[in-house]
């Protein structure tokens, strides 16, 4: 593939349906990291993730996208409410 988008729950104890959004830390970069580790094998050398996350675990995330082979390049940021 050439981008991955990936979107997925950012722990902040928002209600899903199905999903429990309130995680232990270990917990929830385990998920973290395996979602970034599939993407990292799909992707061509030369691809790109974007990974929507809120700042509040966003070094964390910065982290496990380091560890799992990807560089930093940029954050998009935008004014949301919650």
């Known amino acids: 593939a050439d ?48 990974l929507f996350m809120g700042q509040n675990l966003q070094a964390e995330a910065h982290n496990v996208l380091r560890k799992a082979g990807f560089h930093w390049r940029n954050s998009i940021v935008w004014h949301y409410t919650f």
């Open 3 to 50: 981008a991955v988008i990936t979107d997925p729950p950012c722990n902040l104890g928002l209600d899903y349906a199905d999903y429990r959004d309130n995680r232990p830390l270990d917990e929830y970069l385990a998920m973290l990291s395996a979602c970034v580790g599939q993407a990292h094998r799909v992707l061509r050398p030369n691809g790109s993730i974007w």
